[in-house]
């Protein structure tokens, strides 16, 4: 479906001077005003009428001026419209001024009207040959974006105008829009230097009503010309500018006094909301064809011919070209009345740097939501450097293959690596003052959490670190029925607070080292660290490919697992309490002195162990168990294999203890203080 809408306007007339004595007609202006709505009338499946014509001076005046299209539907009329020297530009329209009153515009989904408006200094090119075809809407927006790239605009000004959205596209709902103060600046050589709005009231009726109010809008530094670099094929920048250079398309837009009210007791509020720096740049690549292509066949709904590679291709080339500088939020407040009232606030959220690979930093502070069942409290968080890794197309394309299950080799390999490309890498992240629970009572809190990894083309990340401090289980959660409530009296625990501390590394060969710290305040700690080899990147795809089949096969587990080495591994558990006071609460039971229950339950261990296990590995446990018991200090397990050991050899000892322990080299033995692990750096 095409529409056409053309003014060409050759001058007929010249310009006739009356008696200085009278009123000054404009015979010119007043055949541009007729040629106008003649060449309108004349364009296929439009009509345009207008009920008188007459000039005073300079100013050419138009009453009930009417333009209508049949497909799609679309009525424009003026009561009356006020041209200041119109004159033929360049094949277009230009006019010192423009007034116009009773403007009304009725499409087949929306409706507005403006009781008056206002412009100066308007230059408008020729619209002749313009069109919109809806089966190339990127093509037709390109040649929009062309001719307002060629107006020019002083000013203009709305005082007010409305605008109601039909009930043919929101079926039992209806939206009507007021909008106030609408100003613009400047327009010429394809950039809008401002332009400003506010305030906006919408209105919607029916089954849920609600009322938006925004104070204002404002925007700096429209670029259509920019716009036309993302809409265009010349990826050579032949027109004179650089391909990769970034242009902004819109330097500023702001929301000030953001307000949604809604009858069922909901109530949104946003005082600022930022966005700088809109760029784009010219695409690497022509996209425009596979596009409108492919929306075509969707709409149609017949077999689509596009490749879907050259989808996902055309997709990616179009957001490629697009970058936010910054995205910025002030004081948000999210009210709810009734049974289920509660409240999220949050002081300032934001980020930088925004682009189809990721973002440079996300931050926020002061982020609070409290309701019946649910609380959640963060002070401030920073992440930085995130990246959103996009699959390869090979990968998406083996998606329907998978459904069919007529994979190739190549292709279920494709497949497998699907999960680990689409997964985010970040850079870091740092949050302070985070609670999460049911309520603020019962909220598990965290002082502080940070990670950091290296992001790699890889699989997995090469290196990744992860730091808790003071994460605090608040003895109301801990009590939440008698029997916990017994324990942890018992035990002497108001509750607990927990500090983790690990990093890892990954070498491109596989070699992986961990180590992981844990303490829990007053209870006890945990140190663990280990070397393993073997962790390739195809050593991960095959485990993925395995669990693709569901395979359950042992012989292909035990191969997997051959392939795994253990080079060394250490546990360390050291007391700070726990013993003494876990001796107490099974001698309080008892009703036994807690002294003598301990040397009693100490004393019969090497007994205990015996009845329970091998010779051997009572021996092997029952001295270091006895010696960690009474004195409550560190427990060192250690496995230093010769040789760097498979882990099937694990699996294939694991009925033979004595021989596994000699196996793996393990030697257990208490400390006074725990073992320092490895810093990987």
């Known amino acids: 479906m095409r529409c056409f809408f053309s003014v060409r306007t050759p001058l007929i007339l010249a310009l006739t001077v009356l008696p200085p004595t009278g009123a000054l007609a404009d015979p010119v202006g007043e055949q541009v005003f007729r040629d106008l709505v003649s060449e309108l009338d004349g364009v296929p499946g439009w009509s345009a009428s207008v009920g008188s014509i007459t000039s005073d001076d300079d100013i050419v005046v138009g009453t009930g001026v009417h333009f209508v299209r049949t497909e799609p539907p679309l009525d424009i009329t003026f009561d009356e419209l006020r041209l200041g020297q119109p004159r033929e530009a360049a094949g277009g329209l230009s006019a010192d001024s423009i007034q116009a009153a009773g403007l009304s515009v009725v499409g087949e989904d929306v409706a507005f009207d403006a009781p008056v408006l206002s412009m100066t200094g308007i230059a408008v090119p020729s619209l002749a040959d313009m069109s919109f075809d809806q089966d190339r809407p990127f093509s037709s927006l390109r040649t929009l ?129 930022t966005l700088s720096d809109i760029e784009t740049r010219r695409p690497d690549k022509p996209y425009i064809a596979t596009f409108e292509q492919a929306m075509q066949e969707a709409d149609s709904g017949t077999d689509a011919d596009t490749d879907d590679l050259e989808v996902m291709e055309a997709v990616t080339t179009f957001f490629d070209a697009m970058r936010l500088g910054e995205f910025k939020l002030d004081r948000l407040i999210a009210e709810k009345t009734g049974e289920e009232a509660g409240r999220t606030e949050i002081a300032e959220i934001g980020m930088s740097n925004l682009t189809r690979d990721g973002f440079e930093r996300a931050w926020g502070t002061a982020l609070l939501t409290d309701f019946p069942d649910a609380y959640v409290k963060l002070d401030r968080f920073a992440l930085n450097d995130l990246v959103f890794p996009l699959p390869n197309p090979e990968a998406f394309a083996a998606l329907e293959e998978a459904e069919t299950g007529s994979l190739t080799e190549e292709e279920r390999r494709a497949f497998a690596t699907l999960p680990f490309q689409m997964a985010p890498q970040i850079g870091s992240l740092d949050m302070e003052g985070l609670a999460v629970g049911q309520s603020r009572i019962l909220a598990i809190s965290v002082d502080r959490i940070q990670t950091k990894s290296v992001p790699s083309d890889r699989l997995l990340p090469e290196r990744g670190e992860l730091k808790i401090s003071d994460l605090s289980v608040p003895g109301a959660l801990l009590r939440r029925d008698p029997k916990s409530a017994l324990f942890f009296d018992g035990l002497g625990y108001d509750g607990l607070l927990i500090d983790i501390d690990g990093a890892s590394e990954l070498s491109e060969d596989g070699r992986l080292e961990t180590t992981t710290a844990l303490e829990v305040a007053d209870a006890a700690g945990l140190r663990f660290g280990a070397k393993v080899t073997g962790l390739t990147e195809e050593w991960v795809l095959d485990l993925m490919m395995q669990q693709m089949e569901n395979s359950d096969d042992p012989a292909a587990l035990f191969a997997l697992l051959s392939k795994l080495r253990l080079e060394q591994m250490t546990v360390a558990l050291t007391d700070h309490s726990l013993i003494d006071r876990s001796f107490a609460l099974a001698a309080e039971k008892q009703g036994q002195p807690a002294d003598q229950y301990k040397e009693q339950i100490v004393g019969a261990l090497p007994f205990l162990i015996a009845s329970a296990v091998q010779p051997k590995i009572a021996q092997f446990l029952a001295d270091p168990l006895k010696d960690f018991l009474e004195k409550g200090n560190t427990l060192v397990l250690t496995l230093a294999p010769r040789a760097p050991l498979p882990f099937s050899a694990l699996v294939g000892a694991q009925d033979d203890p004595e021989a596994l322990l000699k196996l793996v080299g393990a030697s257990l033995e208490t400390r006074e203080t725990a073992p320092e692990l490895p810093v990987l750096k």
């Open 145 to 273: 974006y062309q001719r307002l790239s060629e107006v020019s605009v002083e000013h203009a000004e709305i005082p007010e105008f409305h605008q109601v959205v039909l009930p043919r596209l929101t079926t039992v709902r209806k939206q009507s829009i007021t909008y106030e103060g609408l100003e613009l600046r400047d327009w010429k050589d394809g950039v809008i230097a401002h332009s400003a709005v506010g305030p906006i009231t919408m209105r919607t009726e029916g089954d849920d009503p609600a009322t938006a109010r925004i104070a204002s809008v404002r925007v700096e530094g429209t670029n259509f010309n920019s716009v036309l670099r993302l809409l265009s094929d010349d990826v050579t920048g032949s027109a004179g500018d650089a391909p990769n250079e970034w242009q902004n398309a819109v330097s500023e837009i702001s929301y000030a006094g953001l307000s949604i009210t809604t009858e069922e007791g909901l109530r949104v509020s946003i005082d600022d909301m």
